[in-house]
Structure formats: structure tokens, C-alpha cells
């Protein structure tokens, strides 16, 4: 295995090269919050897999379920006239986890692009329905994450995931990000920030002609952006543009979705109720790729109530499959059980805190996010006073002497994120500041 690794694999989003030269890591097991590389070293998983394993890795409730429905009916087709039980629950269960941000439609996907995807193309055909058919571009925030589909792609905030990719679609136009850190406007303030952000939206609609934009996406909190929390007033702001300019609110909550932050959505935490959401990852906390969009009830009307124009003409081979849904119906019912979002508050403070403290301690340590819920994002800099990003060995060095020293951290750009299951105890917390401490002293 290891002399084989990516000879005939490709790893996603790196350098074909560079994975033969510094070959990935095997992982072979995991159990709780550890995982298990193929030397038998064993390590706190700060990542949480991909910011998904809610859970953990060892939830038997998931596996019997996962492994039941195997039996069962491992699949059938949701084209075409038919479902299954399991979909029919899972939509049930993901449904009530979110009536509270006003959603009351879903639909099943296998991931997170997919379900990013289907909330875009189905707020075109919305407003289309609608009478509305000049209704087509989409806006977005710059270091915006939203997968890897072209329309993803097209609304993602982040060149390096769009540049070899062009044309994407047309019509997508993109706003600074609320990341007081570096922003165009070299304001520090969160608060005056969004106001700021807010401005350019306006602007940017005007600019546009209102009647042409369809919708606007945007994560609640920035994930792979690098953890960037906004001012609390920030996505009202957004909520307040949109309905003033009849423009749909997309929330990706792919990983804001089930507890993660520490309440069961990201739009929740800030008090707004978008008009679609797109989830993944917590959904079946990776033992199954699941995802779902979701519509609002004001959305969904639209398409039940009219014409043969409402059919909606999207789907995957394997939307509802009957083995994801399994995994949904189980990994919902656990972090329910478990209250994972209970959790997730006070570890998530213990992490943040732990890492400010470092702060004090190690200078490369430009700035440090999160504070809500388990998502923590470090920014490393090799100059705090110009705020120069670290070198690439650098980066690579701390993330290895965190791993040898206890922890799996994933290496943003020129960041360090951490995304651990929601279910880790305090001394695992204590686990990756010790790990982190070590990578920061050897850089
Ligand atoms: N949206 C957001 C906010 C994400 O973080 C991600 C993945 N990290 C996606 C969409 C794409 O999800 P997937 O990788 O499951 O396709």
C-alpha cells in the first residue's frame, strides 16, 4: 500500500507530484475521536474526518442501521415513480431538525456540491415560475466555499478553486468577505465591516439591476475560507438586502448544519431564516455520502402550486438512497440522544480559549477564529506586524510535529482549521492544544 500510494491514486485538491513525492497519509482505523494510520500511530482527529464526523467514528447505532438496510433493500431508484421507507423517514427527520429556520421541503443528494447545486438550480426555476425568468445571476462572498460543481464553483470565493476551471457560469458576482483580518477596506471592526459589506451588496445589485439576480448563498460562518466569523449583525444585514430586492437567501450549511456551531444551524445562531439551505456531512456524520437541500415554505408553495412547469427536472442516481437515509434516520436520532450541540459549546470555547492562549505564546500566530461551536480557524503568519503568510514548508512542518506530537489538524492555505467530532471530551481538547503547541515550537 504505501509503495503504491498516488501512483495510480489521484488525492483530491492537491498536486498529483507533490502527492507521489509526500504520498498521503493511510489512515486504517478510527474509533471515538481517534484515528489510526498505517505505522499503528494513533491520533486525536481534529479534523472531525472533513469537518463531518459529528459523531465519531464508532456510533454501533449507525453501523447496525447502515448494515440492516444492506439487507433489506441496499437500492432502488427514487426516479421514476418510486421511494423507499427509509427516504420518506430520513426527510421526515431532517425536516423537523430544521422547521425552526422554516424549512419544509428537502431533497435527498449524495453530498455537499450536490445539494449546493440543486439550491441553485432550483431558485432559478423558482423565480421562472414565478414570472420572474430575468432572474438568473447569483451573488456570493469572496473566500465563499460551495463544492465543486460548476455552479459551485461558479459562486465559490476562492480563485484557486476556479481559475483552471474557466468559463464557469456566467452572472455570479462576488462581495468582500467579512474576515476583519485582511479586507479591502482595512477595517477591523467587525461590526463596521459588515455595514461596509452591506454597502457593497447594495451597490453591487444596483449595479446589476435587482430584477436580474436570483439568489445569494452564503455560509454562516466561512469554513474552508479559513473560519471566518462574522459580526452578529451580519447575516441579518444580508436577510434585510434580499427581501428588499426579492432575491432568494441560500444558507450553505454543509457544515454549519447539525451542531456544529453549537445551535442545530448557522442561520439560527444569527437569527435569520433563509429561504434554502444546503446540508451534507453532519447529516449521516460521514458514515454514508448523504446530503439534502432545503426549501422554505414560501419556496416550496411555488413549485406545488403550479403548472406542469413545476416539475423539477434534477436528481442523482442516488438521491434517497435507501442505505443513506438508514445512516440519516440513525445519525439523527444519536445526535439527538447525545445533544451533540450541547457539547459542542463549551469544547468549542475550551478549543478557541486554548488556542488564544498559545497566541501569547508562539508569533506566528497572526489570528485565531471561532468561538462558536467547534470550528477554529489559526491564521499563521511568518511577520505578525505585515501579517505575511507563512511558507508553505513551514505550514507543513507544524502540521506534521501536531500530528507526531497527537493531533490531525488540516492545513488550510496559510492556516490551521480544526473541526473535531462534537462528542470529544475535554482532555482530547487538551489533547490537540498540547499537539498544536508542539507544531507551533517546531516552526
Ligand atoms: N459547501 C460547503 C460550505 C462546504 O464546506 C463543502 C465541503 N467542504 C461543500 C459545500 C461541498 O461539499 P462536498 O465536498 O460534500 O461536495
Given at each position: 500500500l504505501k509503495e503504491n500510494n498516488a501512483r495510480q491514486l489521484w488525492h483530491p485538491m492537491g498536486h498529483p507530484r507533490e502527492s507521489q513525492e509526500h504520498p498521503p497519509k493511510i489512515i486504517t482505523k478510527a474509533h471515538g475521536v481517534k484515528i489510526t494510520d498505517i505505522d499503528g500511530h494513533s491520533v486525536v482527529d481534529a479534523v472531525g474526518g472533513l469537518w463531518c464526523v459529528n459523531l465519531g467514528y464508532s456510533n454501533d447505532r449507525i453501523k447496525e442501521a447502515v448494515s440492516a438496510q444492506m439487507?433489506?433493500?441496499?437500492?432502488?431508484?427514487?426516479?421514476?415513480?418510486s421511494t423507499n421507507p427509509a427516504a420518506i423517514e430520513a426527510a421526515y427527520a431532517v425536516?423537523?431538525?430544521?422547521?425552526?429556520?422554516?424549512?419544509?421541503?428537502?431533497?435527498f443528494t449524495s453530498g455537499g456540491s450536490d445539494s449546493v447545486e440543486t439550491c441553485l438550480r432550483l431558485a432559478r426555476q423558482y423565480h421562472r415560475l414565478r414570472g420572474e425568468p430575468t432572474r438568473t445571476k447569483f451573488l456570493s462572498l469572496k473566500k465563499g466555499y460551495h463544492g465543486t460543481h460548476f455552479g459551485?464553483?461558479?459562486?465559490?470565493?476562492?480563485?484557486?478553486?476556479?481559475?483552471?476551471?474557466?468559463?464557469?457560469?456566467?452572472?455570479c458576482f462576488h462581495i468582500p468577505s467579512p474576515y476583519?483580518?485582511?479586507?479591502?477596506?482595512h477595517e477591523t471592526d467587525p461590526a463596521k465591516l459588515a455595514q461596509l459589506i452591506a454597502q457593497s451588496m447594495e451597490d453591487e445589485i444596483a449595479f446589476q439591476d435587482p430584477s436580474t439576480i436570483a439568489a445569494f448563498i452564503m455560509e454562516p460562518i466561512q469554513g474552508a475560507g479559513g473560519?471566518?466569523?462574522?459580526?452578529?449583525?451580519?447575516m441579518p444585514l444580508m436577510r434585510d438586502?434580499?427581501?428588499?430586492?426579492?432575491?432568494?437567501?441560500?444558507?450553505?450549511?454543509?457544515?454549519?448544519?447539525f451542531g456544529r456551531t453549537g445551535d442545530w444551524s448557522g442561520a439560527r445562531h444569527w437569527g435569520v431564516q433563509p429561504d434554502m439551505m444546503s446540508t451534507a456531512k453532519g447529516i449521516t456524520s460521514g458514515y454514508f455520502p448523504v446530503g439534502a437541500a432545503?426549501?422554505?415554505?414560501?419556496?416550496?408553495?411555488?413549485f406545488e402550486t403550479s403548472g406542469a412547469d413545476g416539475g423539477i427536472y434534477h436528481g442523482y442516481t442516488y438521491s434517497a438512497h435507501p442505505v443513506g437515509a438508514a445512516a440519516v434516520i440513525a445519525c439523527l436520532e444519536e445526535t439527538l440522544r447525545l445533544d451533540t450541540c450541547a457539547n459542542a459549546g463549551p469544547r468549542g470555547t475550551q478549543l478557541f480559549e486554548g488556542v488564544q492562549a498559545l497566541a501569547q505564546k508562539h508569533d506566528i500566530i497572526g489570528d485565531v477564529r471561532g468561538g462558536h461551536g467547534l470550528m477554529t480557524g489559526i491564521e499563521i503568519v511568518s511577520d505578525k506586524a505585515s501579517k505575511t503568510p507563512m511558507d508553505a514548508e513551514t505550514m507543513k512542518r507544524i502540521h506534521q510535529t501536531a500530528y507526531e506530537a497527537g493531533a490531525m489538524v488540516r492545513l488550510g492555505m496559510h492556516n490551521i482549521l480544526m473541526s473535531p467530532p462534537l462528542t470529544i471530551s475535554e482532555a482530547e481538547v487538551d489533547t490537540i492544544l498540547a499537539a498544536l503547541d508542539a507544531g507551533f515550537a517546531a516552526a
Open positions: 439487507v433489506d433493500l441496499p437500492y432502488y431508484s427514487a426516479f421514476a415513480g425536516q423537523a431538525f430544521f422547521a425552526e429556520d422554516g424549512m419544509e421541503r428537502v431533497f459551485g464553483a461558479s459562486v465559490n470565493g476562492n480563485n484557486r478553486f476556479r481559475i483552471n476551471y474557466e468559463p464557469l457560469m456566467p452572472g476583519t483580518y485582511r479586507n479591502p477596506f473560519v471566518i466569523v462574522p459580526h452578529e449583525t451580519f438586502i434580499c427581501d428588499r430586492h426579492g432575491i432568494l437567501m441560500i444558507s450553505d450549511e454543509v457544515i454549519t448544519g432545503l426549501m422554505s415554505g414560501k419556496v416550496a408553495e411555488v
